[in-house]
């Protein structure tokens, strides 16, 4: 069995400490970026095997190998206010407070990057806070977000381009399957109202 890592946020710091017995702290993790004067308590693991950890401070975001403490992504990216990893460590996506600006639209306050080249991936204008983080198939094939009265899904890391849409009046929430292989799906939830009953829809993200 792996041994264990823990993440802990203390008075001076974000720090890695190994698990029991030790519970020493993990020497391959230095950063003056997890300074406690500008770390803040946002973390994000990929859940399929807890391989990465992302967290943020005042100005930028990060993501580290667990096992070997190494930083492997970092970038740009002041006031983050909540993170997001993929299953497997592949995309981050962060979301910023909106500002108002006089930017017809105003300025783009949600990013997703790939964290193997550093590359920004997209960048758009998410208002509320609300339904902001986008959802992963475990394989990281298909991701999902919400848009108004849309889930668009995008393809193969391709977040240019909205492969599929799902339209569905008054939807208010969603979530996409998180298997590791097709077919995926997607469940949206309408509320109920004095005369129609709560609704459900299902679709099938048949591949292309």
Same mark, same amino acid.
């Given at each position: 069995?792996?041994?264990? =890592?823990?993440?802990?946020?203390?008075?001076?710091?974000?720090?890695?400490?190994?698990?029991?017995?030790?519970?020493?702290?993990?020497?391959?993790?230095?950063?003056?970026?997890?300074?406690?004067?500008?770390?803040?308590?946002?973390?994000s693991v990929s859940v399929n095997d807890g391989?990465?950890?992302?967290?943020?401070?005042?100005?930028?975001?990060?993501?580290?190998?667990?096992?070997?403490?190494?930083?492997?992504?970092?970038?740009?990216?002041?006031?983050?206010?909540?993170?997001?990893?993929?299953?497997?460590? &592949?995309?981050?996506?962060?979301?910023?407070?909106?500002?108002?600006?006089? =930017?017809?639209?105003?300025?783009?306050?949600?990013?997703?990057?790939?964290?193997?080249?550093?590359?920004?991936?997209?960048?758009?204008?998410?208002?509320?806070?609300?339904?902001w983080c986008p959802q992963f198939t475990a394989?990281?094939?298909?991701?999902?977000?919400?848009? &108004?009265?849309?889930?668009?899904?995008?393809?193969?890391?391709?977040?240019?381009?909205?492969?599929?849409?799902?339209?569905?009046?008054?939807?208010?929430?969603? &979530?996409? &399957?998180?298997?590791?292989?097709?077919?995926?799906?997607?469940?949206?939830?309408?509320?109920?109202?004095?005369?129609?009953?709560?609704?459900?829809?299902?679709?099938?993200?048949?591949?292309?």
């Amino acid at each position: 069995m792996a041994a264990s =890592i823990l993440a802990v946020r203390g008075s001076k710091g974000l720090f890695l400490v190994n698990g029991p017995p030790s519970y020493q702290p993990h020497e391959g993790f230095h950063s003056t970026s997890a300074d406690v004067k500008t770390c803040q308590t946002l973390m994000s693991v990929s859940v399929n095997d807890g391989k990465f950890l992302a967290w943020a401070n005042t100005e930028q975001v990060f993501v580290v190998e667990v096992t070997t403490g190494k930083v492997v992504f970092e970038a740009n990216a002041p006031k983050v206010a909540a993170l997001l990893l993929s299953p497997g460590g &592949s995309y981050l996506a962060a979301w910023q407070r909106h500002v108002a600006c006089t =930017i017809p639209g105003g300025l783009p306050n949600m990013h997703v990057w790939d964290v193997k080249n550093g590359k920004k991936l997209k960048e758009l204008v998410q208002k509320k806070q609300i339904l902001w983080c986008p959802q992963f198939t475990a394989d990281e094939k298909v991701c999902a977000r919400m848009a &108004s009265q849309e889930v668009h899904f995008f393809e193969d890391g391709n977040f240019e381009t909205i492969a599929k849409k799902m339209h569905i009046q008054k939807v208010v929430d969603f &979530s996409l &399957s998180p298997v590791n292989k097709p077919p995926y799906h997607c469940a949206a939830y309408v509320p109920g109202t004095k005369v129609k009953p709560i609704t459900a829809p299902l679709m099938c993200l048949a591949p292309r």
